[in-house]
């Protein structure tokens, strides 16, 4: 037995995966642990998943609704969806599995803001949670978690869940303990007060999770890695996003609209994000800060290098090198690193306050500057809105960030108009590709589309965004605040939907 | 001369309106007070639109950038929209002169957030700022400025501005003093802190604008009433609306997720708003407070029969026999009426932290939840989002009302995709036409569609919306989350534009 569990109490719920799977029934919502593949249960939801497929084998139904942090992976995720078992999704999911069965229409997808899924549990829009399957570090006395790797809804799922099932994972490094700040000042309105945080590494919490140890029904010992994903060196394309936007801050820097350390930064994650944040680290700049939801590689290698002063997030989201050179030197980022609720880490009073420097992907831009980050040709889920929104409307600068074209160049990231709309035109500020950088702010909508064309759209599909514009704007007379033609504005989407290219 | 004007120092700047808009040049930003038609200058902007027809008579450019708290007037965005002196316009215009020459291509329009206008402006995404043309209701030694019948961006303009104008309407009652309460604690980030506020009626800031007498370069007095929009009772549609939200509200509070007294009200401007304070005036809810952005007649009314304790807003909005009764009673709502900076009535972090009932107006939704505010057929701008993306973002309850058709049932306000998104699927979470109500909250895409096309699209519309969605959920598997035909998402606004009817 672990000596992770030191309350004697709890010692004596610590169970098999399996038995604490029975405790999990049809019908139930199920609050899960979890955040870009960090941090979620290991080994209840393939029990989960076995107790599923035996009971559709009986001919019984047996499906739950999932709710998580964010992202979770193919051993959480991945197999409750290949047992058919989820019948409600929310609040963000990449797994491929689910995001299949999502797109076949079995899995109801909730795409909410992150910072909005905790309140809204709360709020009662959501419904009763049942249970919530949550994986710690370590069980201290008097029912104080040590928490994992991320920390996403944690602290809303086991308030507010009726049963608590506990993960104990043994691959999580002890020394985790203190990288915590545990936020227990939310209240519903009209009782809510100020959240009094006003630095980004300023601790307003504590370092444990609290429970109510009577609604612990088990506890599962693991000892299993986090999903982590494979880290890419930054392509060319990468490459040339990330050294326009420091050229940018550089920019902004000199004109005085921003310090030489810049804003704390958000940064979305991916491989063009982790270029962004090789080029900082290649860049003069130093001494800067994060206040983020993940922590991939690129941001290990700033905070070694002394780029980053320190860094607050929710969840680590590193590959399996940055996870081992995270644990092999846990103690030299101690005080460094921060975790947080998703609901503080992204809460817009925060984001706005601290006057975040917000960069985001996307799926396509449009000229007029709204961006979708979500949909594939206006109908298919890709992954969901995740934090994008609540950086980006409250930041105090953003940018969405894409190479100009996809699928070979089949598609073009910058469209007539997109065919879904996460980021509305009053919201986004630049947009990059690797062709170069258009900025947004202050210009009206056909301002913008000269840039955005001019700037970022591949050269091949410059000349017919150009006609779609020159068309539209003196098609209608009285319709150029905005000009679109209605029949023609999707049919980029529906040429690519019937020959395979834009 | 008016006594209005107490300091002495700046009695020796009065003018005449021809002599303080001769203090206006081509090509300055200008920015003037105003807010729903309450509290613009009423004398500088005629004065100006005279000196721009001259100029321009001689051959001469004569235009500005031109600035406000939200809309105006004739004698204001009007007049100047005539003498085409205007090049660009921000954060929001409801004048049909200066909507035509925006429409037109003549005026660039920034259709901002509210909540964002005055701290872009001191990002410096808009500029430099030339001239500040503020209306107060009196000036008083130290230059310290009564403000008037709105607040709006006057704070950051008087800041900001190089050189300013003054407006001293005697019309305004002078029992103005002690309504305002104008908080000076904003600051750029690195420097934010918390702004203090927990309770609507909370004062966190100061009764007076503050200016630096130096920057006065003139004084104008005048005495004209505030444009006061006529005030129609609610039709049967509108009183059929705000049936439907009175019920739901009755509803959420009997299923405990709001107290009795409800949560602070926020209510946008217009007929349907209007009807639904009726609404809530004949209910048994009493005791109620607002946190909002203008204060139409309605709320008036509920201040006088006890439905609200009080209201804080940034503006009137009154007809004139509404302003007239504020004038005649002004004592009675002393300290239950309070103004307050556009960037403060409509702040993310207060209206989130407070746990606004958000109600706005729509131009049309979607079946799966998304909202168009400003753009008819997607091509030209009617009047802006206003705050509408504000309160909605971060309310605990939104609303979006609609008559569920448009142009005498040529358009349906439900239309399978909006021709242009200003507040997202992830945003929206009641639907109201006087059909029905649909909750929208906790629904993925599909769900919503059902929920949508069944309570509020017009019954003739029905059929059309249910053989869109249903060939778009069966045509492409595999894209089933939010089902769309590219190829005619947008069909519906062609057709009108084609045919006159959806």
Same mark, same amino acid.
């Given at each position: 037995?672990?000596?992770?569990?030191?309350?004697?109490?709890?010692?004596?719920?610590?169970?098999?995966?399996?038995?604490?799977?029975?405790?999990?029934?049809?019908?139930?919502?199920?609050?899960?642990?979890?955040?870009?593949?960090?941090?979620?249960?290991?080994?209840?939801?393939?029990?989960?998943?076995?107790?599923?497929?035996?009971?559709?084998?009986?001919?019984?139904?047996?499906?739950?609704?999932?709710?998580?942090?964010?992202?979770?992976? &193919?051993? @959480?995720? $991945?197999?409750?969806?290949?047992?058919?078992?989820?019948?409600?999704?929310?609040?963000?999911?990449?797994?491929?599995?689910?995001?299949?069965?999502?797109?076949?229409?079995?899995?109801?997808?909730?795409?909410?803001?992150?910072?909005?899924?905790?309140?809204?549990?709360?709020?009662?829009?959501?419904?009763?949670?049942?249970?919530?399957?949550?994986?710690?570090?370590?069980?201290?006395?008097? /029912?104080?978690?040590?928490?994992?790797?991320?920390?996403?809804?944690?602290?809303?799922? =086991?308030?507010?869940?009726?049963?608590?099932?506990?993960?104990?994972?043994?691959?999580? &490094?002890? /020394?985790?303990?203190?990288?915590?700040?545990?936020?227990?000042?939310? +209240?519903?309105?009209?009782?809510?007060?100020?959240?009094?945080?006003?630095?980004?590494?300023?601790?307003?919490?504590? &370092?444990?999770?609290?429970?109510?140890?009577?609604?612990?029904? @088990?506890?599962?010992?693991?000892?299993?890695?986090?999903?982590?994903?494979?880290?890419?060196?930054?392509?060319?394309?990468?490459?040339?996003?990330?050294?326009?936007?420091?050229?940018?801050?550089?920019?902004?820097?000199?004109?005085?609209?921003?310090?030489?350390?810049?804003?704390?930064?958000?940064?979305?994650?991916?491989?063009?994000?982790?270029?962004?944040? +090789? $080029?900082?680290?290649?860049?003069?700049?130093?001494?800067?800060?994060?206040?983020?939801?993940?922590?991939?590689?690129? #941001?290990?290698?700033?905070?070694?290098?002394?780029?980053?002063?320190?860094?607050?997030?929710?969840?680590?989201?590193?590959?399996?090198? $940055?996870?081992?050179?995270?644990?092999?030197?846990?103690?030299?980022?101690? /005080?460094?690193? =921060?975790?947080?609720?998703?609901?503080?880490?992204?809460?817009?009073?925060?984001?706005?306050?601290?006057?975040?420097?917000? #960069?985001?992907?996307?799926?396509?831009?449009?000229?007029?500057?709204?961006?979708?980050?979500?949909?594939?040709?206006?109908?298919?889920?890709?992954? $969901?809105?995740?934090?994008?929104?609540?950086? +980006?409307?409250? +930041?105090?600068?953003?940018?969405?960030?894409?190479?100009?074209?996809?699928?070979?160049?089949?598609?073009?990231?910058?469209?007539?108009?997109? !065919?879904?709309?996460?980021?509305?035109?009053?919201?986004?500020?630049?947009?990059?590709?690797?062709? /170069?950088?258009?900025?947004?702010?202050?210009?009206?909508?056909?301002?913008?589309?000269?840039?955005?064309?001019?700037?970022?759209?591949? &050269?091949?599909?410059?000349?017919?965004?150009?006609?779609?514009?020159?068309?539209?704007?003196?098609?209608?007379?009285?319709?150029?605040?905005?000009?679109?033609?209605?029949?023609?504005? =999707?049919?980029?989407?529906?040429?690519?939907?019937?020959?395979? !290219?834009?």
């Amino acid at each position: 037995m672990s000596d992770r569990i030191t309350c004697p109490v709890l010692r004596a719920r610590i169970t098999s995966a399996q038995a604490a799977a029975a405790l999990i029934n049809d019908g139930d919502n199920v609050g899960i642990s979890g955040f870009t593949g960090a941090g979620y249960p290991k080994a209840v939801p393939a029990a989960l998943h076995d107790a599923m497929v035996d009971a559709h084998g009986r001919g019984e139904q047996f499906r739950i609704g999932l709710w998580s942090g964010a992202s979770t992976a &193919p051993d @959480a995720d $991945g197999v409750l969806a290949e047992a058919h078992g989820v019948s409600t999704r929310l609040p963000y999911n990449s797994d491929p599995t689910m995001r299949s069965l999502i797109n076949l229409g079995e899995v109801d997808y909730v795409d909410a803001h992150l910072s909005h899924s905790a309140q809204h549990m709360w709020f009662g829009f959501y419904g009763n949670l049942d249970v919530a399957v949550v994986e710690v570090t370590a069980v201290l006395p008097g /029912g104080l978690l040590v928490p994992s790797s991320s920390v996403g809804n944690n602290k809303t799922w =086991l308030d507010q869940a009726d049963r608590i099932i506990l993960e104990v994972n043994s691959w999580q &490094p002890r /020394g985790l303990e203190g990288f915590h700040d545990i936020y227990y000042g939310t +209240a519903l309105p009209p009782h809510r007060r100020p959240i009094e945080l006003t630095d980004p590494m300023q601790r307003i919490g504590e &370092p444990y999770l609290r429970i109510d140890p009577e609604k612990v029904v @088990a506890i599962v010992e693991t000892d299993r890695p986090d999903r982590n994903a494979p880290f890419s060196p930054p392509d060319e394309n990468s490459a040339a996003i990330a050294e326009h936007v420091v050229d940018f801050l550089r920019h902004e820097v000199a004109a005085g609209r921003m310090p030489p350390e810049l804003l704390p930064l958000q940064s979305g994650v991916g491989n063009v994000a982790n270029a962004v944040l +090789a $080029g900082l680290g290649d860049s003069e700049f130093t001494d800067l800060v994060a206040f983020t939801e993940v922590i991939q590689d690129g #941001m290990l290698d700033l905070l070694d290098n002394g780029t980053l002063r320190a860094a607050s997030s929710t969840s680590f989201g590193l590959s399996d090198v $940055g996870a081992r050179r995270f644990i092999d030197n846990i103690d030299t980022y101690k /005080g460094r690193i =921060l975790l947080r609720s998703e609901e503080i880490s992204n809460h817009p009073e925060l984001v706005r306050r601290l006057g975040i420097i917000a #960069m985001n992907g996307l799926l396509e831009a449009d000229i007029y500057g709204n961006v979708n980050s979500t949909h594939v040709m206006g109908s298919a889920i890709m992954n $969901g809105i995740g934090g994008s929104g609540d950086f +980006a409307r409250n +930041a105090f600068l953003n940018f969405f960030l894409t190479p100009s074209t996809a699928k070979d160049g089949a598609i073009s990231a910058i469209v007539p108009m997109v !065919s879904h709309v996460d980021h509305t035109e009053h919201d986004v500020h630049v947009i990059v590709t690797e062709h /170069g950088i258009a900025d947004l702010r202050g210009l009206s909508p056909r301002a913008r589309a000269e840039r955005i064309i001019e700037r970022c759209a591949h &050269p091949t599909f410059r000349p017919a965004l150009l006609d779609y514009t020159q068309r539209a704007w003196t098609e209608r007379p009285r319709a150029r605040h905005t000009p679109h033609l209605m029949g023609e504005a =999707l049919s980029w989407h529906q040429r690519y939907l019937e020959t395979g !290219s834009m």
